[in-house]
């Protein structure tokens, strides 16, 4: 199983929880109904005593766990905390000190808000990327100056540290371990159902610290870039093999290897991304979309589109556009 532990503090804010738990339970009970032998979720709460945290909104939540018997975790949800964290986490050093353990061990660590403070206490962002909630980022560079603030970005990761800026952007990271988990599919289906509007993807508003979306075959990060800079041309990927010197068995092969794509999909996550913002931001019309991101035929850029996204190129223009453009 996956073993999810929720850390439990005074005024925290209970939606940095609760909506991860639920998001997370509902990528569960999708990806059951496709497939009876996944991975499950053993989703649990750990607080440093066995007694009600009394959260901002008023009610209290009573840990499954403390932090001495707590089962060893794959992933650690640290929540955030209203106002000044300061007082709180000076209560905490026991924390602290768990989680340096649970970073020594390899589990992936995400905090949101305000929370990201408890990672830098503990001196696990020494000389690491980090973002926090915007209000609180003087005080956080203050506090923690050898700590690599990323203000212009939602999320920042350093190899298995993950800070979120708000509950917002820590349930795109959210999305973002269910297609870890469990694909793109189920991943879609949790979006689709706790966002009114189809988000950006994760990739465009992070950070990520020390080469994570590298590897080390250069041929294929050039054949990457070379993508990136031609998607709107007509692109015969025979022919992009033969310009990085390979066969199209050896491209593949090696571009698979290297980012867990195809050439052919990450070609079409490209041009994908790509007319998601031109349908968002121009009036260009459907067919224009489709011819500027390196698709000639409407029908063929359509059907990938909804494949992709489960929405059509217009229906997605309307749901992005509804709010942007609302009467106030």
Same mark, same amino acid.
């Given at each position: ?184 599919? *189920?991943?879609? /289906?949790?979006?689709? $159902? +706790? ?8 990739? !465009? &508003? ?86 500027? *991101?390196?698709? /000639?035929?409407?029908? $063929? +850029? ?8 489960? !929405? &059509? ?16």
């Amino acid at each position: 199983m996956h073993q999810i532990l929720f850390v439990l503090c005074e005024h925290m804010l209970a939606t940095s929880t609760t909506l991860p738990i639920e998001m997370l339970k509902a990528a569960e009970s999708a990806a059951l109904s496709h497939d009876r032998q996944i991975k499950r979720l053993a989703i649990n709460t750990v607080a440093a005593h066995k007694a009600p945290v009394e959260t901002r909104a008023g009610f209290s939540l009573m840990p499954e766990f403390t932090l001495d018997d707590a089962p060893k975790p794959d992933m650690i949800y640290i929540p955030s905390l209203w106002r000044n964290p300061r007082p709180i986490i000076r209560k905490n050093k026991a924390l602290l000190a768990w989680l340096r353990t649970q970073y020594e061990n390899g589990v992936i660590i995400s905090a949101v808000g305000t929370g990201v403070c408890f990672l830098a206490e503990a001196g696990l962002l020494n000389d690491k990327a980090a973002t926090t909630h915007w209000y609180y980022f003087d005080q956080f560079q203050r506090d923690y100056p050898q700590v690599q603030l990323k203000r212009q970005y939602f999320i920042a990761q350093a190899g298995n540290l993950y800070c979120a800026a708000s509950v917002n952007a820590l349930a795109d990271l959210t999305v973002h371990f269910i297609q870890r988990m469990y694909g793109k599919p *189920v991943s879609l /289906h949790v979006e689709r $159902h +706790f966002s009114h509007e189809i988000r950006r993807s994760y990739e !465009t &508003t992070s950070y990520f610290d020390g080469g994570t979306r590298h590897h080390p075959d250069e041929e294929v990060m050039q054949a990457q870039m070379w993508l990136q800079d031609n998607y709107g041309r007509e692109i015969k990927l025979s022919l992009v093999a033969e310009r990085f010197d390979m066969s199209v068995r050896t491209f593949n092969r090696r571009f698979k290897a290297a980012t867990g794509q195809s050439p052919l999909q990450y070609l079409q996550e490209i041009r994908i991304e790509t007319a998601k913002d031109l349908l968002k931001t121009t009036n260009l019309s459907i067919s224009e979309v489709a011819f500027k *991101v390196g698709y /000639h035929d409407m029908g $063929h +850029f359509t059907g990938l589109f909804k494949k992709l996204l489960a !929405t &059509t190129p217009s229906e997605y223009r309307t749901t992005v556009r509804a709010k942007l453009f609302s009467a106030v």
